[in-house]
């Protein structure tokens, strides 16, 4: 297969557009075509007003809207002779064979002698797509199916026709993995491929089984969401997200394309769901579904129902069932669905009823929708955001618990999982090794590797790796010399554990001849920041020297990693707020998952970064442009005081690139199950290259108390106009006497030491005010900031 730097997507519609746009996330030269009509009397190319759309569109479906403009735009009348030099291009254009044939007649000319052609239907079979191709082309032909939306879905689906050659599927498929960032999966051609169908048959066993055994919407979402290991959107909410238009469409084409499926009266829509599609009530498309944002008398926002007897709208109702409460509080996904699973109350009855029925159906799919049974896992954690796919259920459970209460239901037991047991094999996976081994329908074989990927549990089974290990953080054996530093408290925030670490992390690389360190871990998020329950309690008991001690922990640790006498990578993703993104920018480098979330977000809760990031985004801005010679620093302490004074949070790692929290030199990695992989190759990149640190600097340039007084001025008119509080004016102004040297004057400079002591200071003043506490306590007890 040829390298893949040029890429022509035909179809201009949502997943055309935004599979264009995520083919440029990914670095590549991307046109997009469609067709040209007429609009209010003047022609109009569709993928131009595509590409218009998606400047406004939420969340955006490119790293920077700026980016958008990269995306070459035409038309099939007009334009063909683009696909001329193209590397590939995939097909989007309506499910309709006949039209997707001509446009496949029309493009064939145009196409190089090595250029892939895919398609990203999900309801035509591969096949008879291909019937229409010149044998020639027929080997470079396959199925690429992308979930919606291609930036944010990890899933992507490949299906071989029946000439495709193997070799160019497994060139493509590590591709896929490692230049779009994607999760590969084989699919077999079948009607709707892996993920849709097994996904879109939970759906339906779940809704056939809320109306037969009587439970209500807010119920079922309440039950097969985050409890059973479901996303947060549950059922109800996916279905409103994805459009009933689509699931309706889904499910209709799996019934009428699967004759000989055992479950297929389960793909029928019921009576109510159609006749909410004919309404119009199509969910988040229409601003109607299941759930609806309404208003209450007083004015109040609201979440109003859809009751499916009267067919209107009610108050969403609260669900009372005392067990989800207890179940909720087991961390551990696999436990506590084992636990829910076998409980016999309201709860426990819905999720075995309906979880069961996947379970078996998973199983009799093998050898129709694919081959084994790690595909079939992937495609489900990756397409439905499962945290564990189907045959990993059945091993959470026990399957020999499982069989047993089929059999003692009077349910037929799949073949397969009979003939495992007889074989002495009591789950699918065996994770007692270093490797993993899955069952492949006759014995037990290596679950096959991604390329570059690291996962830190697995590499934690071989005891000698972990060479330091406390409840929140570890120092892990990465091979090849490299040290790593991995937070696990409870949504990676940032403690006396991940400080005390840290400081261990640093001695213990530059003690022990290690190459370097990187700083990461895998989970939900990088982190989210410090405690602050930790922090709220020791200020109501006005414990100030230890919220001292601990600021003064804190900024030791995040300093020894910039002074560390080995090189020091972090590779941050997800949500990397506050203390997570201090600690990130103190690295030598950042290799950044291309989904981090990173923002200085402090202010929110009525604090500054004091960690030294208020310090480090100093350096990195203001006083970089002094050491080039630059006069005017006045523009790059704007831009440091918006990013932190505005609490702005990125929403790619690209746009943290244009707030300032990554620089020009930092790394991107788009599949973040390669990311540690990535910061690893970076820190011995720099070791390589013969690595020194940093020296601290002793030369810091101030604008001082004329720039400190320009800023009391602009605070005081903003507070004036009403678009600051008061309390926003206080920490502000903490905020820009730090940045401005306060009392100082032009020309004065301060050392490293100096800006940490100010950054200090105006923590400790904050945590006094009670308007922070009120603000702290209301992101505690509310997840979301108070403006008091």
Not at 24 to 42: C, H, Q, T
């Amino acid at each position: 297969m040829k390298d893949i730097q040029k890429v022509a997507v035909l179809g201009a519609g949502v997943m055309g557009a935004t599979i264009a746009a995520h083919l440029v996330n990914a670095g590549l030269d991307v046109a997009l075509l469609d067709l040209k009509i007429e609009m209010g009397g003047k022609p109009v190319n569709l993928a131009d007003k595509a590409v218009a759309t998606m400047k406004k569109a939420k969340p955006s479906p490119i790293f920077t809207r700026s980016w958008l403009a990269k995306i070459k735009t035409g038309n099939f009348d007009e334009h063909l002779h683009l696909l001329k030099d193209v590397d590939w291009v995939i097909e989007v254009v309506k499910e309709d064979l006949k039209i997707k044939h001509k446009l496949f007649e029309n493009i064939v000319p145009h196409l190089s002698d090595t250029c892939l052609l895919t398609s990203n239907t999900s309801g035509i079979p591969i096949n008879q797509l291909s019937e229409s191709l010149p044998e020639s082309l027929q080997p470079r032909f396959f199925g690429t199916h992308f979930f919606n939306p291609p930036r944010y879905m990890k899933l992507l689906e490949v299906i071989p026709g029946p000439k495709t050659d193997e070799n160019t599927l497994k060139q493509f498929a590590e591709f896929g993995e490692t230049t779009l960032g994607k999760g590969v999966v084989f699919a077999k051609d079948c009607p709707n491929f892996i993920a849709n169908r097994i996904g879109v048959m939970a759906m339906m066993a779940v809704i056939h089984t809320m109306i037969d055994d009587q439970y209500g919407i807010e119920e079922v979402d309440k039950i097969m969401g985050p409890l059973t290991g479901r996303p947060k959107s549950a059922v109800f909410r996916t279905a409103d997200l994805v459009g009933l238009d689509t699931f309706v469409h889904v499910s209709e084409n799996l019934y009428e394309a699967a004759p000989n499926d055992e479950k297929r009266d389960l793909f029928k829509i019921p009576d109510f769901v159609k006749q909410m599609v004919e309404k119009g009530l199509l969910g988040n498309k229409s601003g109607s579904g299941f759930y609806k944002k309404s208003k209450s008398a007083d004015g109040k926002k609201q979440i109003l129902t859809f009751d499916i007897e009267t067919l209107e709208y009610r108050e969403k109702a609260k669900v009372k069932l005392p067990s989800i409460e207890m179940f909720k509080n087991i961390e551990d996904v696999r436990e506590r669905l084992k636990k829910v699973s076998f409980s016999d109350d309201r709860v426990g009855k819905f999720v075995w009823k309906t979880l069961s029925e996947v379970l078996v159906y998973s199983v009799n799919r093998l050898g129709e929708v694919a081959d084994d049974i790690v595909n079939v896992d992937r495609a489900m954690r990756w397409g439905f955001n499962w945290e564990l796919g189907p045959f990993e259920t059945w091993d959470a459970l026990g399957v020999e618990n499982v069989v047993k209460k089929l059999e003692a239901e009077g349910r037929e037991v799949p073949a397969m999982v009979k003939e495992m047991l007889a074989k002495g094999n009591t789950a699918f996976y065996d994770h007692s090794k270093p490797e993993d081994a899955y069952y492949n329908g006759s014995e037990m074989a290596p679950v096959p590797a991604r390329p570059n990927v690291l996962i830190l549990d697995d590499y934690k089974r071989e005891k000698s790796r972990i060479v330091k290990s406390s409840p929140g953080a570890s120092l892990i054996d990465l091979g090849d010399g490299v040290l790593g530093l991995e937070f696990h408290s409870k949504m990676n925030a940032i403690g006396g554990d991940t400080i005390g670490m840290t400081g261990q992390a640093v001695k213990v690389v530059e003690e022990e001849g290690w190459n370097g360190l990187v700083v990461g871990n895998q989970g939900g998020n990088f982190s989210a920041g410090a405690n602050l329950m930790l922090l709220l309690m020791e200020a109501q008991e006005g414990n100030f020297e230890d919220i001292d001690l601990m600021i003064r922990g804190f900024q030791k640790a995040t300093g020894s990693l910039r002074t560390c006498k080995k090189p020091v990578v972090c590779a941050p993703y997800g949500l990397t707020l506050g203390g997570g993104c201090e600690f990130s920018i103190h690295g030598d480098a950042i290799q950044a998952s291309a989904e981090t979330y990173m923002g200085l977000v402090e202010v929110g809760v009525g604090l500054i970064p004091a960690g030294g990031g208020t310090k480090e985004m100093f350096l990195r801005h203001v006083y970089t442009a002094h050491k080039r010679g630059e006069k005017d620093l006045l523009p790059y302490l704007q831009k440091v005081f918006e990013a932190i004074g505005m609490a702005k949070v990125a929403t790619s790692a690209e746009e943290a690139r244009e707030i300032g929290f990554l620089k020009d030199t930092d790394g991107v990695t788009l599949n973040g199950d390669a990311l540690i992989t990535a910061a690893k190759q970076r820190v011995l990149g720099l070791a390589a290259g013969g690595y020194t640190p940093p020296e601290a600097p002793t030369d810091i340039p101030v604008l001082g108390e004329p720039g400190y007084a320009a800023l009391k001025l602009a605070l005081y008119m903003m507070e004036e106009g009403g678009y600051i509080t008061g309390h926003d004016k206080t920490i502000a102004l903490h905020l820009g006497k730090i940045l401005t040297g306060g009392n100082l004057t032009p020309g004065q400079t301060m050392t490293e030491q100096d800006m940490l002591d100010l950054e200090r200071e105006a923590f400790l003043r904050l945590c006094g005010e009670r308007k922070t506490l009120e603000r702290i306590h209301h992101m505690l007890t509310k997840n979301k900031p108070l403006r008091n």
